[in-house]
T-cell receptor, first 113, second 113 residues
């Protein structure tokens, strides 16, 4: 099946710094990528939908200036958590869409100290 | 907006028994449904899907049932194995609208030895 690579798998950063998470579709072109956030023992919450070459569409309550999404090519989308704070600590997962199927990255565990 | 997940309910099943995981979806316009399995620290894995023109679909040891009248989805796992222990999420998609994957709250399945 299709492979989506998400990097890094774990990151610890200091409060106030920015962190970039990459999501790559390795063997297919993904016109749409989705970014999710998952709190411990909870479901995945959609943060934003990213279309190649255009601005991301953010879900209600998600700060677009805080969570910068760039989808510069058909195989790469990035999520940058700007000026991270401890409450941004979470598990972030990307998903790349190929037609009717969606493939998930392995997730990034972000810890802000 | 997206539903915020509560703490995940847990279903404990004896190894070898059958398990049924239930899910209520929210959008009557959703026409494509997927069950995902998520192991600790990993991204969701596709298990089985069903379109709204069907009410039942079978895979290997898994069956998905869809009741559109009450907006209910279930996942049946036959002859459970230790490797089935995971969190299971249903997801709904409104094709031809925005293709966003909206996840249900999730259920933790615990297989007892």
């Amino acid at each position: 099946g299709a492979v989506v690579s998400q990097h890094p798998s774990r990151v610890i950063c200091k409060s106030g710094t920015s962190v970039k998470i990459e999501c790559r579709s390795l063997d297919f072109q993904a016109t749409t990528m989705f970014w999710y956030r998952q709190f411990p023992k909870q479901s995945l919450m959609l943060m934003a939908t990213s279309n190649e070459g255009s601005k991301a569409t953010y879900e209600q309550g998600v700060e677009k200036d805080k969570f910068l999404i760039n989808h510069a090519s058909l195989t790469l989308s990035t999520l940058t958590v700007t000026s991270a704070h401890p409450e941004d600590s979470s598990f972030y997962i990307c998903s790349a869409s190929a037609g009717t199927e969606a493939f998930f990255g392995q997730g990034t565990r972000l810890t802000v100290v | 907006g997206e539903s915020v997940g509560l703490h995940l309910p847990t279903l404990s099943v004896q190894e070898g028994d059958n398990s049924i995981i239930n899910c209520a979806y929210s959008n009557s316009a959703s026409d494509y449904f997927i069950w995902y399995k998520q192991e600790s620290g990993k991204g969701p894995q596709f298990i089985i899907d069903i379109r709204s023109n069907m009410d039942k679909r079978q895979g290997q040891r898994v069956t998905v049932l869809l009741n559109k009248t009450v907006k209910h989805l279930s996942l049946q796992i036959a002859a459970t194995q230790p490797g089935d222990s995971a969190v299971y999420f249903c997801a709904e998609i409104a094709m031809n609208r925005d293709d966003k994957i909206i996840f249900g709250k999730g259920t933790r399945l615990h297989i007892l030895p």
